[in-house]
């Protein structure tokens, strides 16, 4: 009955168990439902971050390319690069008092136009636009007198009578210059005077068509010109387009910087929004909430499973105790039959008891006399067995010895034979051995004589090792002495921070107490001095004696509350601020070894490639047996790590890259640059006589890997040096034709290679 009762309080427990078990299911299904879908949005806004990153790499860059296209146009226009000093001088002379803008600076055409009407107007370039010839001759004035060179004018008031007359275009696809270039309404009479009879084709114009009269053709890529009666043209320069519309093409990119600027600040805002949403769906994760529902469902249904097994087991106990309550029933009805059986069988045996006792007795001696005769047959018979044993295990012994003998034997006659045979070839070898050892020890006395002085030069080098060694541990030990000054000081300087926070903590604390209490502000006692007439004994008993008075009074103060809540907000708000600063602190700290961390790996994935290009091109520049290395001094700490250059030429073992010649050195600087182009190639390069220390071999290396890379890149090289010079596609001589005016003397080895 007891056990009926207990099954019954467990089904009713097991039921309230599986009830909770389904609920706590259904809540576990929907946060990880919720998880999934926080997952997903958290790719998604990391997929959207980092576009953002990529596209803010890329606005960047456009950026950078047009400030550095708009500061280098600027720094032409200010300076006027590219025209003659007469110009400049002009320029910035206050005595002409004219502003009259140069041609290349009031026109302005699209880019693919622009070295067409370059090339054509190049003459008339340098030409200042003045209103009137009194302008212009005053300019002559003061170029004459600081014997500045030369100028030219154009006379706005001669102009005004041209108008806008087309000639014939020389083919259907011509383009009329006048629609292409642009220029404000005083100098439109200047361009139709300039450009009226100018058309501009897309291809060569017929050799055999003659244009009509006064029409020039130009070509589009500015190849050549044609008039009626001549035709120019050759290859284009690397730098033509790039003086006209210098002020027009200034304010452009201007615009197009600020542009530029716009969606860079719209970019940032729309990436620090998604960044703000990706640490908001990283701050909302539910997984803990997740394992710990998991891990009470795991409990519930471990009880449930628990409940369940002894469920069980109480009802095959009392499935098991109704079957055996049967059995036993059936049993005793049995045993009850059986009983009277036993006791009729029992009387009869009774009788014959005493007659099989007696036969017992009679069996047992003749037992015991047949035991005693077995006992010492059986000893007797295991002695004899164990000596057939031992004589037959001596048998097989003397065999196996005998067969070994006799094998052994064969083997030392089989021996013998090849040892004669080896003796006669040991013979010989001796002989050859013995010419050879004379040759050997004729060669070990010369080679004892280079050891001897090898020693004595490898002594030398030691000692300059050894002297070096001493001068570097004394520099390492200096220098360790001096970082750890800097980490005790840094360590001071942070030690001093904290008290003096903690003490203008303090000084705040006590300040509003102050205020609070006495109605004192603290900067006026700050700036009071102490009065040296107050004695610190006397005022302390001062103090003691006004406390005492205080705690004497015993009245309530009624505005106690008040002034508690007051002190407590106050208390609450400077909490809350000192855990926004702890939270703040903490947060910075994250930032700084995130910003590390990242610094590191971009760092050292730089390091990497840059010292594989420099193995690279420094074997390119010298041998493939020559080696080369960029090592960090300081692996732990590569952004403050010192980075020592390696080089050793075949034949050479220097310490320092100071122990090359001038050439090595120049070659291994030249690799170093070139390692650190190819991770980040440059649209050109300059060198300024890099190759003057080489010599002719050198030299001859350095124009080839210039060649190599100048597939890629434009390289612009200032040298003296005729093999140089004899390698490059355009050399460009500047030459004094007259007292203070260069000029600049174009030659193109390529046009004239075809």
């Not at 034949?651 to 690799?671: H, M, Y």
């Not at 050109?684 to 190759?691: G, L, Q, S």
Request: net charge negative; aromatic share 8%; glycine share 4%.
């Amino acid at each position: 009955a007891k056990r009926n009762d207990e099954v019954g309080e467990l089904r009713t427990k097991y039921e309230e168990l599986s009830r909770i078990r389904a609920e706590k299911d259904k809540f576990v299904a929907q946060l990880e439902n919720e998880e999934a879908d926080r997952k997903i949005k958290i790719e998604a806004t990391e997929l959207e971050v980092e576009t953002t990153k990529q596209e803010i790499v890329v606005l960047n860059r456009q950026l950078d390319a047009k400030r550095n296209e708009y500061q280098l146009t600027k720094s032409l226009v200010e300076n006027l690069e590219g025209f003659p000093e007469s110009i400049r001088f002009l320029n910035k002379s206050r005595d002409w008092g004219a502003k009259a803008p140069l041609l290349s600076d009031i026109i302005y055409c699209p880019k693919e136009y622009r070295v067409a009407i370059e090339n054509y107007l190049e003459n008339y370039m340098n030409y200042y636009v003045v209103e009137n010839e009194t302008e212009a001759i005053k300019a002559i004035s003061l170029l004459s007198k600081s014997q500045k060179g030369k100028a030219n004018f154009f006379l706005l008031d001669k102009l005004k009578s041209f108008s806008r007359n087309e000639t014939p275009p020389p083919s259907s696809n011509a383009v009329s210059a006048l629609k292409i270039v642009e220029t404000e309404a005083d100098y439109q009479h200047l361009v139709y005077y300039l450009l009226g009879n100018v058309w501009l084709t897309e291809g060569e114009v017929d050799s055999d068509k003659s244009l009509p009269n006064d029409t020039i053709a130009l070509s589009k890529t500015g190849k050549f010109v044609k008039t009626r009666f001549t035709v120019s043209g050759g290859s284009v320069g690397l730098f033509e387009g790039k003086r006209i519309g210098r002020k027009k093409n200034l304010d452009i990119l201007k615009k197009d910087i600020s542009s530029l600027e716009t969606k860079g600040k719209k970019l940032s805002e729309k990436f620090e929004g998604s960044h703000q949403r990706l640490q908001e769906l990283r701050n909302a994760s539910q997984e803990e909430l997740i394992r710990n529902e998991k891990n009470n469902l795991n409990s519930i249904q471990q009880e449930a499973i628990g409940l369940q097994t002894r469920l069980e087991n109480f009802e095959t106990f009392l499935k098991d105790f109704q079957r055996k309550k049967t059995q036993g029933e059936d049993r005793i009805q049995e045993m009850e039959t059986e009983d009277a059986q036993i006791k009729v069988q029992l009387g009869a045996l009774k009788g014959n008891y005493g007659d099989i006792q007696q036969q017992i007795s009679q069996m047992d001696s003749s037992y015991r006399l047949a035991a005693e005769s077995l006992s010492k047959a059986s000893t007797d018979y295991n002695q004899k067995n164990i000596e057939f044993i031992r004589q037959q295990n001596k048998t097989s012994a003397l065999n196996r010895e005998l067969t070994f003998r006799e094998n052994q034997l064969s083997g030392i006659r089989a021996k013998m034979a090849s040892d004669r045979k080896s003796k006669e070839a040991a013979a010989e070898d001796l002989k050859l051995t013995e010419k050879n050892i004379e040759e050997l020890e004729a060669a070990l006395v010369d080679l004892y004589q280079q050891k001897i002085n090898f020693e004595g030069e490898l002594n030398d080098a030691e000692q300059k090792y050894y002297q070096a060694r001493g001068s570097i541990n004394e520099v390492d030990g200096e220098l360790r002495q001096a970082r750890r000054a800097v980490q005790d000081a840094q360590m001071l300087i942070s030690s001093l921070k904290d008290k003096y926070n903690e003490i203008r903590l303090e000084l705040s604390s006590i300040g509003e107490r102050m205020k609070i209490e006495f109605g004192i502000e603290l900067e006026e006692i700050m700036k009071k001095e102490a009065d040296p007439e107050l004695n610190k004994n006397e005022l302390e008993s001062k103090v003691a004696r006004l406390k005492t008075r205080l705690d004497n009074y015993g009245e309530i103060n009624p505005m106690a509350v008040e002034a508690y809540d007051e002190m407590n907000e106050r208390f609450e708000f400077i909490t809350t601020q000192r855990n926004d600063l702890l939270d703040a602190k903490s947060s910075l700290l994250e930032t700084i070894e995130e910003i590390e961390t990242t610094a590191t790996e971009h760092f050292m994935d730089a390091f990497t490639k840059v010292r594989e290009h420099f193995k690279e091109v420094f074997r390119s520049l010298f041998t493939e047996d020559d080696t080369c290395d960029l090592i960090l001094e300081n692996e732990d700490s590569p952004l403050d790590s010192a980075i020592k250059i390696v080089a050793r030429p075949k034949g050479k073992r220097p310490q320092t890259i100071n122990q090359l010649s001038g050439g090595e050195k120049t070659l291994t600087a030249t690799a170093l640059l070139f390692s650190l182009y190819l991770l980040k190639p440059a649209p050109f390069c300059i060198f300024d006589e890099v190759d003057a220390p080489l010599d002719d071999a050198n030299i001859g290396k350095f124009n080839r890997i210039i060649k190599k890379f100048s597939e890629d890149s434009q390289f612009i090289i200032i040298t003296h040096n005729k093999q140089t010079m004899s390698a490059v596609d355009i050399i460009y001589g500047v030459t004094m034709k007259e007292q203070g005016v260069s000029s600049v003397v174009p030659v193109d080895f390529r046009s004239l290679s075809n």
